[in-house]
């Protein structure tokens, strides 16, 4: 098991090295000179030759990614054009706020998935997976920002019973788990939840009726529909892929919270990156997409580590 | 919703009377015949909405902004600039429609061609080419489209390129795993044996057998694809204003969900009937494709 | 099948053998294992001795009969026959010529042919039966139009009305009727050789015997040379001229069927013939031929391979490997310590003094 770890581990390596050549790269990708992407255009020439010798503008590309990275390591991702703070400051207030999120929805996701996912996989062709399975395909087809504009409609303009924008009375940045902060969050969440949800009861109803189809013939079925025996045969092997997926969705929700946290100005990374688009703050940008891609990628292997130790049978290539 | 995998398909069946068999079954399949009627009409809808749309989707005067849905003269309300929402819907579903569909159409070919090089020379070339294909995998495709965008620039042909980018991966690695699977099969492995080149074996016997299910694998994408595209419009990135486009509208009309909130909530219905109409046909296609039912 | 008997009868051509110069085919200590990998850095764990430094010959018009168990290397030895998978060492010489050296592979392709044991997944579902014939002459330089006509020749050869059968596709036929289409186009580059990988044993009893005829029929009017492999040992009586035995990825015994068969030397060749349900009830088996587990091709066992199972095993054969070596009989060799005078074997007989 240790060895499957390392092993997994070691093959990760190489994907996180190219996802941050990528990450890197995406300066150089952007029109004009680099240098014009990391300063505010008004800095003055003995900035500029600064910004030029910590970046290493004029040594091989090579030799810069080395220097990036270096700096990286040492938690330093560059400096916001736009507010002139650290990077990595910002991020570290955005990145627990955007978890929180991503966290609530996918538990609500994963737990309305599996209920819709496990009805229409039961009773699979009768009208009741028709409907659940007709749910969740309106999770996945949902364009979820627009899904959020809808919901701040219906229960923030016309209900008023909750706040269409910001994470706190006055947007604040700091957290606090009562009704006045919670408040906040409950549309977002739900309107996020909305693709896990699609997904995983997409994914259970296929496990289930799977399942069912392997051991039981309908006689069993038509002798105790809740029988408790089949209900857990049908969660012990159905638990660790979806699970899975569950995990996996987290990931996509951290990295694509962007369009939500729009809508919703939730002070999260997905917010900020919205800022850096716009403000063109190229440095905010490469440094938020980097942690966030990382992220992607230990949760990918934390997943991959987990499924396999529930369930030995499967072994992701 | 179907269990058959795509390699079983490649592996398994696909005779020449196979997919007229698939077709026929998604006929009698009255969820994803009314999709595809969905579609046309939105396709139809984009083709000819200047023989449709009853106004200048560009002209707008400020005196009539904001203005309900059932307006006289402007059945859908008008936007915050006072242009009709009907003729700027019918026009935004050609933009929408082209940069939703057109990625992925491109990533078909590429990936396609990257999967099966990679299935079918196995090894080192494999090994190189997959793994590349895995770092874009690694990033979720929201983000990386977006990053790809927002290093770009807005514009059509970024948006573009970067969502290409995005839909390449996920069709390289269907592509890989199902030629990798023909591969093994006898009938590959005679051809071999009568000396043909790789060419020539990929072009007659591996070709055929594997474009079908990585095409039905690309047609599943499309709806993400109407998606993300609309979504890097409502972010700014994409399409760029004057043009008419149902994300972008729905960024610039987002402020005006406390005036008229059903008509700035107009667009986002747009994408989604479209979306789903080609998630059922899709899901439709899967199941006339599963040789067990 | 009951009282089975040579099929001498049905290929006069086999009886005439061994009067060209020398063997068409010749392999020599031809080795192939597979790595497994593992471990931290994918390295190797180990390797699957598939087939462990083989020899044998093939005389020009006589069918060979490989046997031996599931996992003993047949497979991948008729795969090496026709460079589906290259060897990690040895040489396959056709008609004087090495492969690698003075022959090529394409060369070799053309004159050593294949038929594989499933019949549906050796034909692409989407090409019709004499497209699929006509397609290696014509990846040889054919002309399509002669492809084809070629094609519907030997479609006629082997039984199958071109008329009706041309332009249907696999799925359309019976699995004797595809194998048929598969031997067709195996004879589409006028092979010498033609090796069939248990070509037979996925048909009806019924429909298995036609093949077989079919297969003689074609060996006399072609002057074709069989590789015929089976675990069908009745099938491979029939067949064969001569047959070779494999254990575990090497040679046990080979020499002419009927002597063999009557008097098989190696243990494993006499505990595998033993093992054949016997129409005589004079002649029933009362105990397992065979003790012990089937060996593990990873790691097998030092010495003779065959030691951990065979009866009489003896202390030299847990260490040394014994060699292939002629039987007093003609053209009968065994790879087997009691066989080899002065082995060490105590069953073995001393060996001959050199005279002085």
Known sequence: MLVYVLKRLFYTLPVAFGVSVVCFLLVHIAPGD??????????????????????????????QYGLWVLKTLQGDLGVSIATGRPVAAELRLALGNTLMLAVLATLIGFVLGCLFGFVAGYFRDSWLDKLASFVSIIGVSVPHYWLGMVLVIIFSVQLNWLPATGAGPGGSADWAWDWVHVRHLILPAVTMSVIPMGIVARTVRALVADI?????????????????????????????????????????????????????????????????????DLPLLQGTILVLAMFFVALNLLVDVVQTMLDPRVQRA | MSSASFETIATEGTSPGYWSGVLRRLGRDPVAMFALLVILAMVLMAVFAPLIGPADPYRGQMLRRLRPIGTPGFPLGTDELGRDMLTRLIYGARLSLLMG???????????????????????KVNTVLMRTVDVFFAFP??????????????GIFNGLLSLTIVFIPPIARIAESVTTAVRKIEYVEAARASGASALTIVRVHVLGNVIGPIFVYATGLISVSLILASGLSFLGLGVKPPEPEWGLMLNTLRNAIYVQPWVAALPGAMIFITSISFNLLSDGLRSAMDLKS | MSAPTSARTLSPAADASALTAGPLLSINGLTKHFPLKGGLFGQSRGVVRAVDGINFDVAEGETLGIVGESGCGKSTTARLLVDLISPDSGSVILGGRTLGVDLTVRDLRRQVQMVFQDSYASLN????????????????????????????????????DPGRFAGRYPHELSGGQRQRVNIARALAFSPKIVVLDEAVSALD?????????????????????????????????????????????????????????????????????????????????????????????????????????????????????????????????????????GSGHTGAAPRRELAP
């Open chain 1, 34 to 63: 680099p240098l014009t992407s990391v300063l505010p255009p008004d800095a003055s020439a003995q900035l500029q030759a600064d910004m030029r010798k910590i970046y290493g503008f004029d040594r091989p590309l090579i030799v």
């Open chain 1, 212 to 280: 069912l189809s392997q051991e039981f013939i309908t006689g069993q079925r038509a002798k105790g529909l809740l029988d408790s025996g089949v209900f857990r045969h049908v969660v012990k092997n159905a638990a660790p892929t979806a699970l899975a997926v569950m995990g996996l969705q987290l990931g996509y929700l951290l990295g694509g919270s962007i369009l939500i946290e729009t809508v919703f100005s939730w002070p999260g990374t997905g917010f900020l990156l919205g800022q850096a688009i716009f403000q063109r």
């Open chain 2, 101 to 123: 569909v057109t990625p992925v159409f491109i990533a078909f070919f590429i990936g396609s061609a990257i999967g099966i090089t990679a299935g079918y020379l196995g090894g």
């Open chain 2, 141 to 154: 495709s929201v983000l990386l489209a977006i990053a790809l965008s927002g290093a770009l620039g807005a």
């Open chain 3, 125 to 160: 579902p989407r090409l019709t039966m004499q497209d699929a014939i006509a397609f290696g002459p014509m990846v040889n330089g054919m002309a399509r139009d002669k492809a084809v006509a070629l094609a519907r020749d030997l479609l006629a050869r082997v039984g199958l």
């Open chain 3, 205 to 341: 009893k019924s429909v298995e015997a036609q093949v077989l005829n079919l297969l003689a029929d074609l060996k006399a009017e072609l002057g074709l040379t069989y590789i015929f492999i089976s675990h069908d040992l009745n099938v491979v009586r029939y067949m064969s001229d001569r047959v070779m035995v494999m254990y575990l990825g090497q040679v046990a015994e080979i020499g002419p069927v009927d002597a063999l068969y009557a008097a098989p030397a190696h243990p494993y060749s006499q505990a595998l013939l033993a093992a054949m349900p016997s129409m005589d009830p004079d002649r029933r088996t009362m105990e397992a031929p065979l003790a012990g587990d089937p060996p593990n091709p990873i790691n097998p066992p030092s010495g003779c391979r065959f030691h951990t199972r065979c009866r009489q095993a003896d202390g030299v054969c847990s260490v040394t490997v014994p060699v292939l070596h002629a039987l007093p009989q003609k053209g009968h060799l065994a790879s087997c310590h009691l066989h080899i005078p």
